[in-house]
């Protein structure tokens, strides 16, 4: 018990001693979030237990550790040691290390927490603190507006599942996140209690509709920010509140299984689509961040074990290859001072191991076999054609195995445009360093990670961490041995690699490039990553396919990807469309009654007494 | 009823008064007759018809008295009504100084 | 020793000693108006000290027994009262000393600094309505008088339109006491409950409700009854806009009003659902309207006075539900919302100190220098908004709670999302006004001024953390008197 306070309460403490003495909060942060480290894994050895703390006499304060929140516990810890390691020489304002531990210790105590109540005081001060650390810039940028945006959203998300959870207490009784059964989901209220509370979840794992903030806030936070929002904390909470919904404390029905489906696929959709068109690394990362939302929620509403195992694995692949994306993309901006894909290129040589973690972990978003985002993809495909719920599950399927084609496009494109292409005239590569040792080793600890999640993804996380937690067993999962496919992989890697150093007639040649007997500015001849898939948003489908396929950047796929990007941005666009139209409608309706209501106040005083006398008139009509 | 009749007219005339008129006095004077209106009405209350002022000369005199208390208390009212009549006035010397007009539909720089 | 008396009669003789002390020494002015709210937050907060749960204090004023004398009642909810009263006026208080450098005229400030508190004070404790009436009219011809306080073209005006309102309001109140009494004969409260419950209803107890209702709505700024609000409350030097906005029109108009409708007149939403369905509907379009003309406002200061009119329409929602836990969240936003709200007026007079100007468009990037205030102003908007670890989320949980148990779902709803545009139009201030990247040059508030808000900061905090002590021994108790109903009479007078 005094365990789970000094868990929750240490981290807090010290944020609060940091924000007193700003000079040492930098290493506050670090040394608070090792000793949670430490302390939740000490909390394994509680398990299963519950908890009870009485503050004041007739409250008590129940905590209940299952292996579920204790695993979420020590992931949330150990990523935010990673992250705190990652930005601490980072010109970030000390700020930024306050609130960081203050949020740790408040989303534990969420993670642990049985009681609603409890639960929606955390969640709502995590709120405060996220507005806060939202607040923290970078460098000569304003990021309020961006702050009000998540504020509004995330607070709108979560009043709805304040909302449900006064419902769902006051008519069912449903008053912990851990009840004995599960309830079936029958009468109305209970219906709309639980689609409250799913509002909350999907907000703050940052799913359609209040996902907007986060690309908004992504070139004005720091990366290690994005790093710790978006990518680790909400995706653990909003995983956790959803698999408790799910599984624990209702039992829902396909409709709503079909719902959630519906908003997890619109979610891959738009994240991916709108990927794929931005100019900007970390606008890029940040709308991924939200495509990979959508298939952890697709995965949970197959409502089938292997989704929601699937779902679950893929949350915590999420977290390690996304987080090291983002502290990958932080160093290049760190070290170069540029966030514009354009203004990039050539890092490969001058940043080698920045640039490996980069390979790896995007390689392993893009769920390239065998590494780490595929495993739990096809577990999430398997789930959807095995569960069948609705006639309309083909569709979902296709939504997430394009989603995944054309994630592997954009980090393509990320990949190009920031390491391998000509750099542009003005980098100049020789002043540019690889980063510290703190800067470089925590990506490359999460790369190595995606690795081991995707090569041992039976032995290491299905067995020891996903199935544990589960309550069913997870059946066989089709014939992948992602074993043997690394074996296989590593010798023709190796063949690769023989035939390079030993054939001679593969030896590409450079020569200069001549136009009309003018040798032309290299910088002419640039090929910025940009322009990779720059024409897609303005041409019309067909002559886009035309020229993309004369490009040849991707001979193999290029008609497909073409034909479904095209539909997809279109998709993509008119959500996003619709979605900021709903905004603006709603926005006018408050301009318009506000500019009524305020012309009315025309400082004229019998104007007033009348509204006084009619309100009198009223008041006699109805009462006497 | 006549006197209960002829207070409602008074109220009425002091609220027409107030709401109507958009000079500062005229609207202070339609305080002062719905004041009085009031008070008139405060008083009526306590009446007795053809009943005794009630001061009390000797122990066992009639028990038929007009009921004191609303008159204390239409005391204490007056007393109140003077200090806002006197403060509404300084308000219109003011405003008179300030705006050089006593319209006050012409007063109206807050609004919004 | 009884206390009573000495929570209006402390400010009284202030109020008599300033402007006599003073000509000898001028620091006696603030010395005595400072001793004397800190004696009063004192004073408040050891009284829960003084009775239990259920019991009252009784004060008979001369010694004469209660139906016949003025008497003073001191009840839980009374109390909740005087806390509220006693905590704002403190900070007000402190935040004058070096406020008012402004001004001229700082002994008379404090004298009508010291009845306005005389006035509140006695309206929260009085067990008579004409006395009532009297206390009622102190403080609004006091608050009148603090409006005008600046004397320029702005205030005048504003304060002649709130008096011509204000007045109109004190005069129906006199009509409906002159009605009461010529039904009952009597003016004791206890008293007329007992009779009123026994003689039923007619015709005459609906009109004299109606009047009741229409002059207390004036006095609290509901919504078709508002627009004095707006010009008067931002008018008015900031301590003293603290003190309206935050306490003045609900102990006026709410504390008023729910004390004659419960307790005297005995309604409940089962015997008369029109009333409580006219609070609800009165509340609501309060919270919607006060809401969006605020978002519209480029004066700080006014922006928030609309943003009352909508925190007191979520008061009136909460009493107007009828249910437990809706007069709970109702009475709990009394005090959270008297914290909150002054303290967000405090900020408005520490910008106004630091900068001379209240145009959200020509201020900026204070948040910089002006740290303290800054942070004040952030915690107290998160507050008003219902974010959990600070006070203002409770009382609006407990509304929500209340809405569902009465089954009125789609108020619940809407509660919830007219919760959120709460932060909408506080934001724009933070946006406006101290986060901007642009440089600038004002000093920090002087220390005096720092003080106050942290006060109030740290009770915003430590009553949200402590919610459930402040519950279990103030708001329950509270609510549990108006839920007694005309049972109120019979406890005092032993029958």
């Given at each position: 018990m005094a365990l789970i306070t000094d868990l929750i309460l240490t981290p807090i403490v010290f944020g609060l001693i940091g924000m007193v003495i700003k000079r040492i909060s930098r290493w506050l942060a670090l040394i608070s979030s090792a000793i949670s480290t430490y302390y939740s894994i000490q909390l394994l050895g509680l398990l299963p237990g519950s908890f009870t703390i009485r503050l004041t006499p007739p409250v008590p304060i129940i905590f209940q550790l299952d292996l579920l929140s204790v695993t979420l516990s020590i992931a949330t810890s150990v990523l935010t040691f990673l992250v705190v390691l990652y930005a601490?020489?980072?010109?970030?304002?000390?700020r930024f290390f306050v609130y960081i531990p203050i949020a740790l210790g408040i989303s534990l105590g969420a993670l642990l927490s049985s009681d609603l109540i409890l639960f929606l005081f955390f969640w709502g001060f995590l709120l405060a603190i996220v507005f806060g650390l939202l607040l923290v810039g970078k460098e000569g940028r304003d990021p309020s507006a961006a702050a009000q945006k998540a504020l509004f959203l995330l607070g709108a998300s979560d009043f709805a599942m304040l909302l449900g959870i006064v419902l769902l207490l006051t008519t069912i009784g449903i008053g912990s996140l851990t009840p004995p059964f599960p309830k079936p989901l029958t009468s109305p209220i209970a219906i709309a209690g639980f689609i409250l509370i799913l509002a909350g979840g999907v907000g703050k794992i940052g799913g359609f509709p209040f996902h907007t903030w986060i690309p908004k806030s992504a070139d004005v936070v720091p990366p290690a920010t994005m790093a710790f929002l978006p990518s680790v904390l909400d995706k653990i909470l909003g995983t956790y509140l959803l698999i408790r919904l799910l599984t624990r404390i209702f039992i829902p029905s396909p409709s709503i299984a079909l719902l959630i489906m519906i908003i997890g696929s619109i979610t891959i959709v738009i994240g991916v689509f709108m990927a794929l068109i931005q100019p900007n690394g970390m606008r890029t990362l940040a709308y991924s961040t939200i495509g990979q939302a959508g298939y952890i929620i697709v995965g949970l509403g197959t409502l089938h074990p292997i989704g929601i195992a699937g779902a679950l694995f893929h949350m915590f692949n999420n977290i390690i290859y996304k987080t090291g994306l983002f502290f990958t993309l932080g160093s290049v901006e760190a070290a170069t001072g540029r966030s514009n894909l354009e203004d990039l290129g050539g890092l490969a040589k001058v940043m080698p191991i920045t640039f490996f973690s980069f390979l790896i972990s995007g390689l392993a978003l893009a769920g390239v076999?065998?590494?780490?985002?595929f495993c739990s993809k096809w577990m999430i495909y398997q789930a959807i054609i095995q569960s069948r719920s609705h006639w309309l599950w083909p569709a979902f399927l296709i939504a997430a195995m394009f989603g995944s084609v054309l994630t592997l496009a954009y980090i393509l494109k990320l990949l190009y445009a920031t390491f391998l292409s000509e750099p542009p005239k003005d980098l100049d590569l020789d002043r540019i360093q690889e980063a510290t040792v703190n800067g470089w080793f925590p990506p490359l600890l999460l790369a190595v990670g995606a690795i081991v999640f995707g090569v041992f993804a039976y032995s290491v996380p299905i067995a020891r961490i996903i199935q544990p937690i589960l309550p069913t067993r997870i059946e066989a999962l089709g014939f992948w041995q992602p074993v043997l496919a690394t074996i296989l992989l590593l010798i023709g890697l190796l063949i690769g690699l023989l035939i390079y150093l030993f054939g001679t007639a593969l030896r590409a040649k450079e020569s200069k490039i001549f136009i009309g007997g003018e040798e032309i500015d290299s910088e002419e001849g640039r090929i910025p990553g940009t322009h990779f898939y720059s024409s897609l948003p303005q041409i019309y489908m067909l002559e886009k396919i035309y020229t993309f396929g004369k490009g040849g950047a991707f001979d193999f796929y290029n008609y497909l990807v073409g034909i479904f990007t095209s539909l997809g941005i279109v998709a993509g666009k008119v959500i996003e469309f619709l979605i900021q139209k709903f905004y603006e409608v709603i926005a006018a309706i408050y301009r318009i009654a506000g500019g009524v209501g305020s012309e009315a106040h025309s400082g004229i005083l019998p104007n007033y007494l009348s509204w006084l006398l009619l309100g009198l008139f009223f008041l006699f009509l109805f009462l006497w | 009823m006549f006197f209960f009749i002829t207070t409602l007219i008074l109220i009425i005339i002091g609220l027409y008064a107030i709401v109507t008129k958009t000079n500062l006095i005229r609207i202070i004077i339609g305080f002062a007759i719905l004041e009085y209106a009031i008070n008139f009405f405060f008083a009526l209350v306590g009446f007795k018809k053809g009943a005794l002022a009630?001061?009390?000369?000797?122990?066992?005199?009639?028990?038929?008295?007009?009921?004191p208390i609303p008159q204390a208390l239409v005391l204490t009212a007056i007393v109140i009504g003077l200090a806002t009549t006197a403060l509404m006035l300084s308000f219109a010397i003011k405003l008179y100084q300030k705006h050089k007009t006593f319209d006050i539909t012409k007063i109206k720089e807050l609004k919004g | 020793m009884n206390l009573l008396p000495l929570f209006f009669a402390l400010p009284l003789a202030g109020a008599f000693l300033i402007p006599i002390l003073s000509k000898i020494w001028r620091g006696f002015s603030d010395l005595i108006a400072n001793s004397i709210t800190t004696i009063l937050l004192f004073l408040s907060f050891y009284s829960l000290n003084l009775f239990e749960e259920g019991e009252v204090i009784i004060y008979k004023m001369g010694g004469w027994p209660p139906p016949l004398g003025i008497t003073m009642v001191y009840d839980h909810l009374s109390a909740l009262i005087v806390i509220s009263i006693a905590i704002v006026v403190f900070a007000a208080s402190i935040f004058s000393i070096r406020y008012l450098?402004?001004?001229?005229g700082r002994v008379k400030f404090y004298t009508l600094f010291m009845l306005i508190t005389a006035g509140m004070m006695g309206v929260a404790i009085t067990g008579d309505i004409f006395n009532l009436f009297v206390f009622v009219e102190i403080a609004s011809i006091s608050s009148y008088a603090l409006v005008a306080f600046g004397i320029e073209k702005e205030e005048l005006e504003a304060a002649f339109k709130y008096m011509v309102m204000g007045e109109i309001a004190s005069l129906f109140l006199l009509f409906a006491i002159a009605l009461l009494y010529g039904r009952a004969?009597?003016?004791n409260m206890a008293d007329l409950a007992n009779t009123l419950s026994v003689a039923g209803r007619d015709q005459l107890f609906w009109f004299v409700a109606a009047i009741l209702l229409f002059s207390f709505a004036i006095k609290s700024a509901l919504f078709p009854f508002h627009s004095w609000l707006p010009d008067a409350h931002p008018s008015a030097p900031a301590p003293v806009s603290a003190i309206l906005s935050g306490i003045f029109v609900k102990v006026l108009g709410v504390y008023a009003l729910i004390r004659l409708s419960f307790n005297v007149f005995g309604l409940t939403p089962q015997n008369s659902p029109i009333f409580f369905h006219i609070l609800i509907f009165l509340g609501l379009v309060s919270v919607f309207f006060g809401g969006i003309i605020a978002s519209r406002q480029r004066d700080y200061k006014r922006l928030l006075a609309y943003s009352t009119i909508a925190q007191i329409g979520f008061i009136m929602v909460g009493i107007g539900i009828g249910n437990f836990w809706a007069i709970a969240g109702g009475l709990f936003h009394i005090l959270a919302h008297a914290i909150t709200k002054s303290l967000l007026f405090l900020t408005s007079g520490a910008v106004v100190y630091a900068t001379g100007k209240r145009d959200l468009e020509e201020l900026a990037g204070l948040g910089k220098t002006m740290g303290i205030t800054a942070w004040s102003y952030r915690l107290a908007t998160l507050s008003l908004s219902g974010l959990p670890p600070l006070v203002g989320f409770f009382p609006k949980l407990f509304i929500i709670i209340g809405a569902c148990q009465a089954k009125l779902y789609w108020l619940a709803i809407l509660l919830a999302i007219l919760s959120v545009f709460t932060l909408a139009y506080l934001l724009k201030i933070i946006r406006k006004v101290y986060f901007t990247t642009k440089e600038v040059s004002t000093p920090e508030t002087p220390f005096s001024m720092r003080l106050s808000m942290l006060f109030l900061v740290i009770l915003m905090i430590l009553f949200g953390f402590g919610f459930q002590g402040l519950l279990n021994s103030l708001i329950i108790p509270a609510t549990k008197v108006l839920l007694n109903g005309t049972g109120y009479g019979r406890a005092i007078l032993g029958g």
């Open positions: 601490i020489n980072q010109k970030i304002r000390d076999p065998p590494l780490s985002g | 009630p001061i009390i000369t000797q122990v066992d005199g009639p028990k038929n008295f007009v009921d | 450098e402004h001004f001229t004969s009597t003016l």
